[in-house]
């Protein structure tokens, strides 16, 4: 999965592969989405986390955080359900950021 930036710098993101993420198809995210059931956040890292970008999105059932290089690969994510229960976890995202 690939998170890029427009030429503003915002994040543009493949609406099937962050569905598929948070485990819907993308017709019922965008659904969640437009009854307001869809948050994100994306944290710019700092010190040794420089380069570095942490994006979060929430739906009514499910979340997903991906930790991300400077080049917008990813490098990292983990699932949770929505009262922050960590329900499975990859590399790199247990440190500060």
Known sequence: MRF???SEGAWIVDPED??????MTAAHLQSQERRGLVGSR???GSGSDEGRSRVTVT????????LFDVGGSLIGERFFAPGGIDVAASTA????H
């Open 18 to 23: 962050l569905a598929l993420k948070l485990g």
């Open 93 to 96: 995202l247990g440190g500060r």
């Open 4 to 6: 890029d930036r427009d």
């Open 59 to 66: 739906t009514e059932y499910s979340g997903w955080q991906g």
């Open 42 to 44: 994306v944290e710019t």
